[in-house]
């Protein structure tokens, strides 16, 4: 077993559920925020469904220096939105299945304008930008459709909106 098939096997039972929280996303109220400080609504989204693809691109370089970070566009539809994710979860799958044990292992470095701010395996960026973040910014997304009065999906399990028990 390689080291990043678990990854694999929890990205498949991931990849479904930010899914269904994507095609719920109101992109009429992008510009909406819950708070001043909050990122708008239209910008979580386009992150939700750009981080896949994202993860895979960044998955075979050496690190990102976030001085050069530019916003991923927001969608200005569902389709086009899930789309953008599709596509990157196919990239991601691709990008996964390309890396070894000898490449897990090596260092992968956040930078912000040439400094070296944090160095990690390859694949704890992987899982961290590929899971945990997506799955963070998932919870952060169903809050966020609760507040907008949109019905929130099942995710771990039923929702006030949806029991897929019953």
């Known amino acids: 077993m390689r080291m990043v098939d678990t990854i694999v096997q929890e990205f498949d039972q991931e990849a479904p559920i930010t899914r269904k929280v994507l095609e ?3 992109l009429d109220k992008k510009d909406w925020k819950p708070h001043t ?3 708008s609504l239209g910008n979580l989204a386009a992150w939700l469904a750009n981080a896949p693809g994202f ?3 960044m998955m075979h370089t050496d690190g990102l220096d976030v ?3 530019e916003s991923f566009p927001v969608p200005v539809s ?3 939105l899930l789309s953008t994710f599709d596509q990157g979860c196919n ?3 691709a990008a996964l299945a ?3 044990d000898s490449a897990a292992v090596g260092a992968w470095n956040f930078r912000m304008g040439g400094k070296t701010l944090n160095t990690m395996p390859r694949i704890a960026f992987t899982r961290l930008f590929l899971l945990s973040d997506a799955i963070h910014h998932r919870g952060q997304m169903s809050v966020y459709l609760r507040l907008l009065e949109v019905m929130v999906p099942a995710i771990y399990g ?3 909106d949806d029991n897929p028990y019953f």
């Open 158 to 160: 039923p929702s006030a």
């Open 98 to 100: 390309k890396l070894d």
């Open 55 to 57: 993860t895979a691109k």
């Open 91 to 93: 990239a991601a799958r």
């Open 67 to 69: 001085g050069n970070w």
């Open 78 to 80: 569902t389709s086009a």
């Open 24 to 26: 719920r996303v109101p």
């Open 37 to 39: 400080r909050s990122t």
